[in-house]
């Protein structure tokens, strides 16, 4: 996820992350479909289990051939491309001078950053909302709905086909709206990020509230992945909005915190629903509810779509009363010089 980030940071504009961060990582949901369909072929009138890994390391090797020919770091290396786009990349893509490739992490701002605790909170929710529907709904699906085994494998899959069709609708609608004007940055991932945390939270609980209609619990389950596509067009790609520099650190951070979400969804649920009862269950999906509404709430609320000034403090400079020393150290023939928090340029202080 870091090393797609960076990626993505040094080759798509802003107003057109929404749609191409869909389509990048909107391929974890044809993993999900494709995997599971693929095994079940190669698994067929009793062939080998060791198939399935011929076949997905072979997958694996081919990607790699494709990935190492076709695929440069930035624009300014890659030999083929023309100048008209080389041109328009370089215009509308932001990122710091090359000097600040060898600049440390910026630890200190980044842990004293209200955006990024907001987009960590976020990730929590969402990865607590997906696990949930990842990790639980074939139990339910048995345990409560009592759909056979065939049926839910198959059942299954929807949601995520869902998700995925849906995450390319939020990508462009979220794009257009952005070039056209009718709203910023910051505003379309907050759109979105709401989308796809209330959206999947009402849906859950409506799903536990149509008690034994198990169509009408399904097609809310599926409706609840398809909403949560606007994940991806929201508070997914905005680490590239915040530090385009360091997308791949923040992405860490963002991505290593929230997975212990993922980590508490599957055993806190198999403690609420000890003897798998609809009521149980539905004490188990409020907690989802509760998680999710409270996590946007707090996105809501300090979520940014800009730069952040300690992306670029060549550019941006300190902030007022900023007294935790520098994060940058400028170099001249004579050796390392550290940045005088006191010295000024023009109205920013260094």
């Known amino acids: 996820m870091p090393a797609l980030m960076i990626m993505l940071a040094r080759w798509v504009p802003p107003h057109e992350r929404s749609f191409q961060g869909a389509l990048v990582f909107g391929g974890a949901q044809i993993g999900n479909i494709f995997g599971s369909f693929m095994s079940g072929f190669l698994l067929a009138d009793g062939r080998d289990w060791a198939y399935v890994f011929y076949f997905f390391g072979g997958f694996g090797l081919i990607w790699f051939t494709l990935w190492s020919l076709l695929c440069y770091s930035t624009p300014n290396t890659h030999p083929f491309i023309t100048k008209r786009e080389l041109n328009y990349l370089n215009a509308n893509v932001t990122t710091a001078e090359n000097k600040a490739a060898k600049d440390p992490v910026p630890w200190k701002a980044i842990l004293r950053s209200w955006p990024v605790w907001a ?150 649920t198999g403690l609420l629903t000890p003897h798998s009862t609809l009521s149980e269950w539905r004490v188990a999906f409020w907690v989802c509810f509760a998680v999710l509404v409270s996590t946007n709430v707090v996105y809501c609320i300090w979520a940014d779509g800009e730069q952040q000034w300690w992306d670029d403090v060549r550019q941006y400079g300190y902030p007022p009363g900023w007294k935790h020393g520098p994060l940058i150290v400028e170099t001249n023939p004579e050796g390392p010089v550290t940045v005088n928090l006191n010295d000024k340029k023009g109205d920013d202080a260094y």
């Open 119 to 268: 987009l960590v909170c976020a990730a929590v929710g969402h990865d607590w909302g997906y696990y949930t529907m990842v990790t639980d709904l074939p139990k339910y699906s048995h345990d409560v709905l009592k759909y056979d085994i065939k049926t839910t494998g198959s059942l299954t899959a929807l949601p995520y086909a869902a998700m995925w069709i849906s995450s390319f609708i939020f990508g462009f609608v979220c794009d257009v709206c952005i070039k056209k004007g009718w709203h910023t940055i910051k505003t379309g991932r907050i759109i979105h990020t709401t989308i796809a945390a209330t959206g999947p939270a009402i849906c859950i609980i409506l799903a536990s509230y149509a008690g034994c209609d198990r169509n009408a619990a399904m097609a809310y389950f599926v409706l609840s992945m398809a909403l949560m596509g606007g994940f991806y067009s929201g508070m997914k790609v905005n680490a590239l909005d915040l530090a385009p520099n360091y997308a791949g650190t923040l992405t860490s951070l963002v991505n290593t915190t929230s997975t212990f979400a993922g980590i508490a969804t599957p055993f806190l």
